[in-house]
């Protein structure tokens, strides 16, 4: 009966915990400072290097349109004088001399076209302009010399065959049915990249759940009104609730990013009638793309991910006096995250070997590699199960692990909680 009637206190305290501290987090200016400062160094980079791309396309234009003369020797009689002229070529019968003028600098550039350009290289001399501005002296020689035989063959068709680079369309099948290939990644993966984000922006305030109040030296007034773990629960949900903030606020630029940059730096686009038919993928391609099962995968993956490292960020706040104290662990803790990354080449290569499989069921490394396993296809579904119940198993245990070290040792101000106190203690 005792339970009943406190029942609707304790939703109450712990509805008030969510709304505190989700207003709290939500009127700091460095939570919005570090929040904006994502997509806003997002937008700037993709500015800058679709500028800097934008301007060295212009300067590569600009060099090609404009004709760098130069002398040749033809000992394979197949270069066409029309075509070298029309590209700036001059013939010459003396190519020591002309050699010796680029190397002098008062020519840009010579080549000596041997009598069998398929079985002898081409010698192209060229004055060095820097590397601000280069030349592609190689290219002009192998446009002259194609251009040229193009221009001997009678028939158009195997001129372009001989001269050209056919487009290819390639598929390839598994199960009976079209493979995605790469695109199949993406969505997927994207739960990884946001698991990252979550920690990177979120890890000091997962950290800080139970060490804000100590340091403050108000957790006994806080504990006579409140249970710990409705505190901890609240607080735990107001800082989900902050996350789905901070993902709007990251999701919504990266929607609206590339058409905003293309409008604000005036980029021309090619038209769908300018590019090949292959170029753009159909429905068929985009929808082949699509893995549901994959997806949610990813999607339990990156929850029970972000649980079980919140547990255990709370667990060590808890045990630790000062802030200071907590975050000298947080580098432990990052370190395991990208630690799959540098076994990246074996996950690829043999990704159910003895290495892949202790990554994959290890706690700590067990989230990133499993979520790059299910973006690359190589994750059994019985995989997926172990460590379904591995992470969720261990968020719950690491939540629960976290409340019975707030509550035994939440007046800990001066030193680190003495773990055996806390499992010596017949309190639960």
Known sequence: MADTTRRPG????LGTVIAFEVRRTLKRRSFWAMTLAVPALMLAISALVIFSNGSAMKSVDASQR??????????????????AAKSGGTPTSDADAARAAVVAGK????IAYPADPTKQTIEVAGRDKGIAQPTDYAGIARSVLLASAKEKVSDAKLAGVLTGTPRVHELTYADGRVAPGVASVILPGAFLVLFYLAIIMLGNQMLNITVEEKENRVTEMILTTIQPTTLILGKLLALVAVGLVQTLVLIGPMLVLPGLIMTLLGANLPSSADLPPDALPSMADLASAINPPAIAVGALLFLGAFLMFTGLLVSI???MPTAKDAGSAFGTIVIALFLPFYAMGILMADPHGVASQVLTFFPLTSPVTAMVRNATGTLYPWETAVTLVLIYGFAALFLA?????FRTGSISYNAKLDIRKVFSSRRC
């Open 107 to 110: 020519a840009d550039l010579f």
């Open 401 to 405: 692990l976290g409340v019975r070290l």
């Open 317 to 319: 706040g808890a045990i």
């Open 10 to 13: 304790a939703w109450h305290n």
């Open 66 to 83: 404009q004709q760098v003369p130069f002398t040749y020797t033809d000992a394979s009689g197949l270069i066409d004088p029309t075509i």
